[in-house]
């Protein structure tokens, strides 16, 4: 079904678009707000407080962005302020740009110590669990606006405008949070690699 | 300086920061041409650009929690007394 037909029927009162617009997306919610907030529950305090947000402003959604979007928006808006209240939340990402160690590159910037070959094993290794779930758990150690951002684009599959309408982010901004997150999360795929 | 750049080569430890400019399309022409340079006579920076092309197919199959019952429960209930309101 279409993200119109559902705000229609979300609008009309209707519970089974409701019902269905919670199992597309609460999970994904919860996931996002948990970027921003403290703990599990709390993460779910502020999707369910969206949720009610949102039956209470949806004759105010007027199709501008997609439901989704608007859904997405409104929860991390209230997952950051949370956050901010439990002082919880850390300003923007200010660490160092490099994506990859300085030492592993030569004097004129190149390779001296060059990535191993695993790209095509590990795209093999795929359906193993394992290595999917230490990946779910690094993604937890990542600084708030790339955790957030490599969520969005990567896990939830949004467009790179969908995630900066989401978290009110410029363009080049989105990309900055995208690059140096997926660096980290390859940079920890590559030491999980050559433990074996 | 952008001018100095861009008159010589791309060495790797340039390359790697231009990764996710490239896959997003966001390179310019010029810029994309000689990253695909690069990126054909090396090796390790082209298997680098394959890792994180790899790390994002993996972080497309990490899925969310499924939604637990009692949760999809106390959320139709939400509902119900906000719709009774």
Not at chain 1, 91 to 97: I, K, L, N, R, T
Not at chain 1, 142 to 164: H, Y
Not at chain 2, 19 to 44: F, I, K, N, P
């Amino acid at each position: 079904m279409s993200d119109d037909d559902l705000a229609r029927r979300l609008r009309s009162g209707d519970e089974s678009a409701f019902a269905e617009a919670v199992k597309t997306y609460h999970s994904s919610m919860v996931r996002l707000a948990q970027t921003f907030v403290s703990s599990r529950a709390v993460a779910e305090e502020v999707t369910q407080d969206t949720w009610l947000a949102v039956l209470k402003g949806i004759d105010r959604f007027e199709g501008r962005s997609s439901l989704k979007t608007w859904i997405f928006r409104i929860l991390a808006n209230r997952a950051r302020s949370t956050g901010v209240r439990e002082q919880r939340t850390i300003p923007v990402d200010v660490s160092a740009g490099a994506t990859v160690d300085g030492r592993r590159f030569d004097a004129a910037g190149a390779w001296s110590d060059p990535p191993a070959h695993w790209s095509d094993e590990i795209v093999d290794r795929l359906s193993a669990g394992p290595l999917v779930a230490q990946v779910r758990a690094a993604m937890s150690e990542l600084p708030e606006g790339q955790r957030a951002v490599v969520t969005l684009r990567d896990l939830d599959g949004l467009s790179s405008k969908e995630v900066c309408a989401v978290l009110e982010i410029s363009e080049a901004n989105q990309r900055v949070l995208l690059h140096r997150g997926r660096g980290r999360i390859r940079a920890f795929l590559e030491g999980e690699l050559a433990k074996r | 300086m952008k001018l100095l750049t861009l008159r010589r080569d791309i060495v790797c430890q340039e390359a790697v920061e231009l990764v996710t400019d490239y896959l997003e399309g966001t390179l310019s022409r010029r810029e994309t041409r000689r990253l695909e340079a690069h990126l054909a006579a090396c090796e390790g920076c082209e298997e680098y650009l394959r890792q994180v092309r790899a790390t994002i197919r993996i972080l497309g199959r990490v899925q969310p929690e499924d939604l637990a019952p009692e949760t999809r429960q106390g959320l139709l209930e939400l509902y119900r007394r906000f719709r009774d309101d």
